[in-house]
């Protein structure tokens, strides 16, 4: 895609504060850096999807927590990448209960969306294949794509960053909106698309294989405090057939490096791996700086 073909266009994406609302370098570099970006030359709308958290998260007390670490987590980052508190003004942050116009939409929303889409969804369709009966599940899970769809076309969405695993949400965002238009004869919502940058789109976790993801143990924090951060950083995969530091290195799939590719000083980086490949240099000291 052609960065030029980005600007002035209105972008519209949202977080869920299921998990405990901390954020780890995987969303940085998978959602938070890209939003900060895109923000420098478009509208950009970025919300909390608290409503969409009561699908798993029923506990008051936990979704309040969540809901204000996610907000401090967000603010932190955002205002970080953009200058400083003033930089935020780029951006329309919002908690979604909070507009009310996002449920009423969803209630509008219900009578034009086919019941045979939503049954196609996967996240639906994923849960029902597994253990799952469809006793155990709620509405709010099956009706998530309707919600979502009216979070994105209430504000007249062009491009909504999501992760691969989201596309089909705006496949059905789509839908409905087209449907809507068709019904009452009128050219009422804008038809968004998904915004999937590759390069970014999957960050593996420390343990080199899988999505970095909370739920998976193989994170690295940003708000923790040192002694857990260290202890990720420590823990994370390298090379499995390096055993001794004078061993020669390998740079492909070792995690410490590809994540000093998004936060190191760029000609310290490429010395450190010249050095690792030469079996120069140990894996604690490539690590103590990726920790710095
Ligand atoms: N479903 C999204 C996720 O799990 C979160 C979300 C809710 C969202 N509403 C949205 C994303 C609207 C983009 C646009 O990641």
């Known amino acids: 895609m052609n960065k030029k073909d980005f600007i002035g266009k209105r972008f519209l994406s949202g977080i869920t504060p299921s998990g405990d609302g901390s954020l780890h370098i995987g969303n940085y570099l998978g959602a938070v850096r890209q939003f900060i970006e895109l923000s420098k030359s478009n509208e950009t709308y970025l919300m909390v999807a608290d409503l969409h958290a009561l699908t798993t998260v029923q506990d008051r007390k936990q979704l309040a927590n969540n809901i204000e670490t996610l907000i401090l987590n967000e603010l932190a980052l955002l205002a970080g990448g953009l200058g400083g508190v003033d930089g935020l003004k780029k951006i329309v942050f919002f908690r979604q209960s909070d507009v009310a116009e996002h449920t009423e939409l969803q209630s509008i929303f219900n ?34 794509p309707i919600l979502m769809a009216s979070d994105i076309l209430l504000y007249q969405t062009d491009l909504v960053p999501v992760g691969k695993d989201q596309k089909q949400h705006i496949e059905i965002t789509r839908d409905i909106a087209e449907r809507f238009n068709k019904i009452y004869q009128k050219q009422v919502f804008k038809l968004p698309e998904p915004y999937i940058q590759e390069e970014v789109a999957v960050v593996l976790g420390t343990d080199g294989k899988r999505k970095m993801s909370k739920s998976l143990g193989n994170t690295i924090a940003i708000f923790e405090p040192e002694d857990v951060i260290k202890k990720q950083v420590m823990g994370t995969y390298t090379d499995p057939t390096r055993v001794h530091a004078t061993d020669p290195g390998h740079i492909e799939g070792n995690m410490v490096f590809a994540y000093l590719d998004h936060f190191g000083d760029k000609q310290h980086v490429t010395s450190m791996k010249e050095k690792y490949v030469a079996g120069k240099i140990s894996d604690v000291e490539v690590k103590e700086y990726l920790f710095k």
């Open 111 to 144: 009578n034009v969306t086919p019941l045979g889409l939503i049954k196609r969804a996967h996240a639906y369709k994923d849960k029902l294949q597994g253990e799952t009966k469809e006793e155990e599940i709620n509405m709010g899970l099956f009706n998530y």
